[in-house]
């Protein structure tokens, strides 16, 4: 497991220079935080637990090369430093299938592709959101020409808050009342 967070944090540090205000190394960390809180509170083997790990710090390496279709790349780097470390291929292929859980499009059906969604929207549930948001906007600004008002902004954050759901029993139960709370402000800001 060290190996593969050395790798990562070399491989995010290094890239700092692409403006990933959001999605930055940081952000990689507080996702493999999330999955160490999420797993605690489900019911996974240590196999899983360890997929669930190497997948949260390679989910986003893929933003060092690309911004749009992040996750085919993250899970590329993925393939190619686990196979070789020399990784059992089924283990490379639940990562990969982890990793591919966090395109917001997909509908995650495993525990473990739920664990790994709800850790990467864990930001959702934090006191301080409104940092993590505004870092959002920024990087968006940045990277897609995003351009908002303020109130457009606060409009589209709130709908994106109102239409997430969590998918484990932990982030349904324990999450979701931090993430109403953030809403209820940005509602307030509108």
């Known amino acids: 497991m060290n190996k593969v967070e050395n790798y990562v944090n070399e491989l995010l540090d290094h890239s700092a220079s692409r ?9 990689t960390k507080e996702v493999v935080n ?3 809180e999420i797993c605690k509170h489900s019911n996974v083997t240590e196999n899983e637990l360890n997929v669930l790990i190497v997948a949260a710090w ?3 390496c893929g933003y060092v090369k690309y911004y749009i279709g992040h996750e085919e790349e993250s899970s590329r780097i993925a393939e190619f430093f686990l196979t070789g ?5 089924e283990f490379i292929k639940q990562v990969i299938k982890c990793i591919n ?4 499009s997909h509908i995650p059906s495993t ?3 739920k ?3 709800d850790a990467d929207m864990y930001h959702l549930c934090k006191p301080n959101y409104h940092i993590y948001e505004e870092l959002l906007r920024r990087e968006l600004e940045l990277h897609q020409g995003f351009s908002l008002s303020d109130k457009e902004w606060q409009v589209q954050n ?19 009342h931090s993430k109403e709370i953030n809403m209820q402000i940005v509602k307030e800001n509108i």
């Open 19 to 27: 403006n990933l205000l959001f999605h930055s190394l940081g952000h």
């Open 115 to 117: 664990i790994i969604r």
């Open 101 to 104: 859980a966090t395109k917001y």
């Open 158 to 176: 709130y709908e994106f808050l109102k239409n997430h759901q969590y998918h484990t029993e932990y982030g349904q139960k324990v999450l979701n």
């Open 34 to 36: 999330a999955v160490n």
């Open 111 to 113: 525990l473990a592709e």
């Open 58 to 60: 390679f989910h986003d």
């Open 85 to 89: 470390l020399n990784c059992d291929r």
